[in-house]
């Protein structure tokens, strides 16, 4: 009696929550060690395009996964935390990040790139090499954390805000920083304020910085005028476009926001930086981008 009860429980609970809640709430009830998720089980299960559309979200982030982790690790030296993993990729269902984590440790697809404490779920040691190693994942972790310091900035056509054309051939000479973010991204929330005072601050010596926004690309349901009204909000004048998944390519498969590449004068990459800088940290980024 008590498992039918649990069962039925289970049923109506999955019926009344919004779709991606359903899949999380699934996944929590049937991830198995050493069993890979497939998403064909699970099409079996979820039925209806809005429930197709929050798995094809979560598919796509299953793949990113490592790649963050392995990109944040390398820049900076600390292991994210479930919450930081959770703004990088929008999840807002509790316990959403943990059951990703489960399906990739019961997947023998995936490296085993982590540990993880037993009480917590948060991970507790990351292992780059094995995520470099892996065919899967490591020609793209090589081209998200090479050293893009001294490299030449790659070129890249987008339209802005506006619909205009927006390129970095209108950059040709000029130091820049090249933004990637997206609305609402927590660390981008707390980054943009302090670029808008240092765009203030240094436009005057003509440093100039475009932001690339990558709701697009990450399927966020973010409208024209919820990006408006954050930017208004936020105060920002300088350049505004969509980032496209060429763009996101070329600059090494961006996965962690916000990636900032300050350039020089001459094109070349001077600072490479991901998610939230101080502002002290970003002014001597900028200061290294204006020297002669």
Known sequence: MTRWVSV?????????????TRIV?????????GQAVTVADLTRVFKTPEEQAALSRLFNTFFKVPITVAQIYSKTKKI?????????FQFRVPGEMDVVLRVMEADPRVPKFMTRDPRTGEITSVDVAAIKADPNFGRTIER?????????????????????????????????????WFTNCPPCVQTTPLLVALNAKYAAQGFKMVGANADHVLELPYTDAVRAEYLKKQGVTFLEGHLTPQMQLD???????????FVNRKGVIVKQMVSFQDKAT??????AALKP
Do not use: C
């Open 8 to 20: 039925i429980l289970l049923s109506t609970l999955l019926q009344q929550a919004d779709p991606e």
């Open 25 to 33: 709430n699934y996944l929590k009830a049937n991830v198995r060690p």
């Open 80 to 88: 994210p935390t479930l919450r930081e993993l959770s703004d990088q």
């Open 144 to 180: 998200s954390i090479a050293g893009w310091e001294g490299r030449a900035a790659p070129g890249f056509a987008i339209k802005s805000f506006s619909g205009s054309d927006l390129s970095s051939g209108t950059l040709k000479g000029q130091p820049h920083l090249i933004y990637f």
């Open 251 to 261: 600059y090494g498969g961006i996965s962690v926001f916000p990636t900032m590449f």
């Open 282 to 287: 970003l002014e001597a980024a900028i200061q």
